[in-house]
């Protein structure tokens, strides 16, 4: 088990750079990054030589700043921050045969939406929103890891150290997963980041039922947030998957603007060559439908039809679709939820679907889904989603992306297709609709 440290009291980065997700540091120098200057505008430097001759008014590392008194950070937790960027982008070339910079870069972000991006996380980066828990499980992650250990060190940067927990449980992972997190427990303890990295060679049981143990996985993850001295605002539950910082901060405003209990992206994966929406044994949509695999035409309420056309938020029952922001308050208190198997009697669901149907239960029935935020698992995937056509990067936010949902009551029963074989990996039961 790798535990942190805590951190110093000030807070890092209190103007840090709103888009600081855009660019990773290679050792040769920093290209065309952005900071968010003193006046609150935003900077743009273009350096070719190496980290050390930065520029004197404003440092930037994938946006890492002290911007507001143009003071500088030691330079041993630079080194820090420096060599293991270097090494994420080794390990990332290593294993996907590209450039770290390749995904989350100015290149893949129009000139708009930078703007607009600006203007709208404000509140956010400026310290309007409560501190984040984020929790992850891994396994065998090493292709994903480098770009998400280097969007949750610029979500640190742009929160503030001290507004940020991370919480990582891997377990039984092959690859270089464990090595990865090894030298990112390290970077984060010195850079102050509140976190806990557990890597565990415990194997799953053979005869344990999936839903269960993925359930213990997810709580484990969670453990932290239990005895944290911290009153989190939302929980930021990862799976393993490619995203940018500019994908978790849109979730996190959308959650905030909606009061939203639960906020989800959409994942999509490849079928026979064509994307396809991937998560439909747990997204449900507000009458209680499966989604469906046609990755424009996921849901059968008609006004998730028109919204995700559109771009727009849309009200669900349930969603995780790899990225999902959680009302905090869902985990504390008396009443507390936890992930869970199903129990007696009860349909055999997905331990977030059954999360959902607590949460439900519980009056936490606000749920969401942005399709604007679009993730994948694999690059095939996520390189395809990034043609203009398929992917809104390319464009800036429109005000009807931040227009407020007309939430309804929802539905009495929803679709469940179960779990009930000990062993088994995918649904093996009769589907049906289950009463909430």
């Not at 010195?190 to 143990?213: F, S, T």
């Not at 059968?300 to 969603?319: E, I, L």
């Not at 149907?357 to 690059?379: C, E, F, H, Q």
Request: proline share 5%; glycine share 6%; aromatic share 10%.
């Amino acid at each position: 088990m790798l535990l942190a440290r805590k951190p110093p009291s000030s807070r890092h980065g209190q103007t840090a750079c709103l888009l600081c997700g855009l660019a990773v540091v290679a050792a040769l120098g920093i290209i065309g990054m952005y900071s968010i200057g003193s006046n609150g505008s935003m900077w743009r430097g273009t350096h070719t030589g190496g980290w050390r001759n930065r520029p004197s008014s404003s440092y930037v590392l994938s946006g890492l700043t002290r911007a507001s008194n143009d003071r500088l950070v030691s330079d041993s937790r630079l080194d820090v921050r420096v060599a293991f960027e270097e090494y994420l982008q080794t390990v990332h070339r290593d294993v996907n045969n590209e450039d770290l910079q390749t995904y989350c870069t100015q290149d893949n972000f129009g000139s708009g939406f930078v703007a607009s991006a600006e203007q709208r996380y404000r509140n956010i980066t400026s310290g309007g929103i409560e501190p984040i828990f984020v929790a992850v499980n891994l396994h065998n992650s090493e292709s994903v890891l480098p770009n998400m250990a280097a969007q949750l060190l610029a979500l640190a940067d742009t929160l503030g150290h001290s507004r940020l927990f991370v919480s990582v449980y891997e377990n039984g992972s092959r690859d270089r997963t464990k090595e990865i997190l090894n030298r990112f427990n390290k970077t984060l303890t010195a850079l102050g980041i509140l976190h806990r990295v557990v890597a565990d060679n415990m194997p799953k049981p053979e005869h344990a039922h999936r839903i269960e143990y993925l359930a213990s996985l997810r709580n484990l993850a969670l453990k932290p947030l239990y005895s944290s001295s911290t009153a989190f605002g939302r929980v930021v539950y990862l799976n393993d998957m490619f995203f940018c910082l500019t994908d978790l901060l849109e979730l996190v405003f959308q959650s905030q603007i909606h009061s939203a209990h639960l906020t989800c992206a959409e994942d999509f994966e490849l079928q026979h060559g064509s994307l396809a929406f991937y998560d439909t044994w747990v997204a449900r949509d507000i009458l209680g439908h499966a989604f469906k695999k046609q990755p424009f035409n996921i849901a059968d309420d008609s006004a998730a039809k028109v919204a995700q056309m559109k771009n727009r938020p849309f009200q669900v029952q349930c969603c995780w679709n790899g990225m999902a922001v959680i009302d905090a308050k869902v985990f504390y208190g008396k009443n507390a939820l936890r992930f869970r198997r199903s129990i007696a009697d009860e349909c055999s669901a997905s331990e977030c679907s059954l999360l959902c149907n607590d949460m439900w239960a519980t009056g936490y029935r606000r749920a969401i889904v942005v399709p604007r935020v679009k993730l994948s698992y694999d690059i095939v995937t996520r390189d395809l989603l990034r043609k203009p056509f398929n992917y809104p990067r390319d464009v800036p936010f429109s005000d009807g992306q931040s227009k407020q949902i007309a939430f309804r009551p929802g539905p009495k029963t929803v679709y469940c297709h179960p779990l009930n074989g000990n062993g088994a990996r995918n649904p093996d039961g009769p589907a049906s609709f289950i009463p909430l």
